[in-house]
């Protein structure tokens, strides 16, 4: 009874918050789908307070000690809903991380320059393995929860990674509190200079073909903001026609200047507030991924790959780099929050056991390859997470649930 009422008092918080974090002019895509999201996200958080108290309780019983507890289960927030404090204090622990020495070998990546580059590197090794195959979920899952941790441990930070609620700014997401410049921003939007949309051209062995993208109203250097004439020392790797590829393979040092291209064009049409409905009312992960991931270089390239060319410019449009613009970490937030929010939701009554807590599924992208291609045996939660250099391997199923395993999160 007890342990009902706190859940009861946390729900009237998150709720609160999720009521007060609608904008006032979310109507592009009907009035009624902010509102639908708020109360998924209710129901959904509302399901992961009660399994904690329930496995605490069972546990407790048993007289074991459970690990995450309705007391120290932390919750990620919006960026925007953080105080400037809060943001600040999480742009200097991003700069820290910049600072810091590499603990990948000079003779691996020579171009890795701080511990903020060691998951770049990481990044660009892995990519074909891990996007469309079984492992993305859960391997950027782990990927996010480790910056994270390295930005909390090794910078003092002590906040949380903060998430990109895509479409809550998606008419001008250049002028959002992510991306307007000001001093708690991620840095502006790139300088505008005349340019066309980028034209994404699959990786060597990969299916698709060229698509043109709509461009945004940036294009250039970012030149204001924290994130003002930042440098990038990795790729590019590969992936946009006309752009030449950095030494090695992208490992190499190749210095220059962070470009954006952040506009409307991208995020309101593959991150709207429908995008967003229907992903999280999809009946099982095939189709989840289907809608989340799209499919590769065709026109239907999902919220993931939208999100990622609204960002756009360099390294945001490849794929293989994009970790090296801070942007990158808000918006796998997001993912990781969308895959967490529906997985709550899969809860088919209190107490039982959540079936997408364990499903990797069956379809296209449940393999160990990209696509499965080449045809390669499905993906199983005893598999590894590398972290290479940048942080600790685990596996798929620690990471299955964000309050099991070392985790202990979710999202307001
Ligand atoms: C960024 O670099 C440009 C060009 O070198 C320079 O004019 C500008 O003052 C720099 N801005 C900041 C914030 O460092
Ligand atoms: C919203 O996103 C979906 C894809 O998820 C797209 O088909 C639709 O056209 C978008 N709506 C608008 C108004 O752009
Ligand atoms: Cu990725």
């Known amino acids: ?30 009035l009624t789908e902010p509102q639908d999201l708020a109360d998924l996200l209710a129901q959904a958080r509302s399901q ?29 927030r919006e960026y925007g809903s953080l105080s400037k404090k809060e943001r600040l204090a999480y742009i200097n622990a991003v700069k820290c991380l910049q600072s810091k020495p590499p603990r990948t070998p000079a003779s691996v990546a020579p171009g890795a320059k701080s511990r903020f ?89 990969v299916g698709g073909g060229p698509i043109q993208l709509p461009a945004g109203v940036g294009g250039g250097f970012v030149r204001t903001g924290p994130f003002a004439n930042m440098t990038v020392n990795l790729g590019p790797v590969g992936g946009l026609r006309d752009t030449a590829p950095g030494p090695l393979g992208g490992l190499g040092y190749n210095p220059r200047g962070l470009k954006r291209d952040l506009g409307p064009a991208m995020n309101t049409r593959y991150a709207n ?10 009946p099982n992960v095939d189709a989840f991924r289907l809608v989340s991931e799209g499919v590769p270089y065709t026109v239907e ?3 993931h790959g939208g999100i990622h060319y609204t960002i ?39 107490g039982a056991n959540n079936p997408r807590l364990t499903d990797l599924g069956s379809g296209e992208y449940a393999h160990n390859t990209w696509q499965n291609q080449p045809p390669s045996p499905l993906t199983q939660l005893s598999d590894v997470i590398d972290m290479g250099y940048a942080a600790p391997s685990t596996t798929i199923g620690n990471v299955m649930s964000t309050t099991g395993g070392e985790l202990c999160y979710f999202y307001l």
Not at 141 to 151: C, G, H, P, S
Not at 316 to 323: A, E, I, K, Q, V
């Open 1 to 30: 009874m007890k342990a009902t009422l706190l859940a009861t008092a946390l729900l009237a918080v998150a709720g609160r918050t999720a009521a007060s974090v609608l904008p006032r002019d979310a109507a592009d895509d009907g």
């Open 48 to 76: 992961v307070i009660g399994a904690v108290e329930e496995n605490e309780q069972q546990m407790r019983k048993r007289g074991e000690t459970p690990r995450c507890t309705t007391r120290n289960l932390v919750f990620r």
């Open 117 to 205: 580059d060691d998951f770049v590197v990481t990044h660009i090794q892995q990519t074909l393995q891990i996007h469309y195959s079984g492992v993305f979920q859960p391997w950027h899952r782990w990927f996010v929860y480790q910056y994270e941790k390295a930005l909390r441990d090794e910078c003092g930070y002590t906040g949380y990674q903060p998430y990109w609620d895509w479409p809550r700014y998606a008419r001008a997401p250049q002028d959002s509190p992510l991306f307007n410049g000001d001093p708690y921003s991620l840095g502006g939007n790139g300088e505008y200079v005349p340019h066309d949309g980028p034209v994404i051209v699959p990786p060597e062995g």
């Open 273 to 282: 507030y429908t995008t967003v409905l229907r992903l999280l009312t999809q």
């Open 301 to 303: 390239i999902g919220p």
């Open 312 to 350: 756009s410019g360099d390294p945001g449009g490849d794929l293989f780099t994009s970790p090296a613009d801070p942007a990158f970490w808000v918006h796998h937030g997001q993912m990781d929050r969308m895959w967490a929010v529906w997985q709550a939701l899969g809860e088919l009554a209190p």
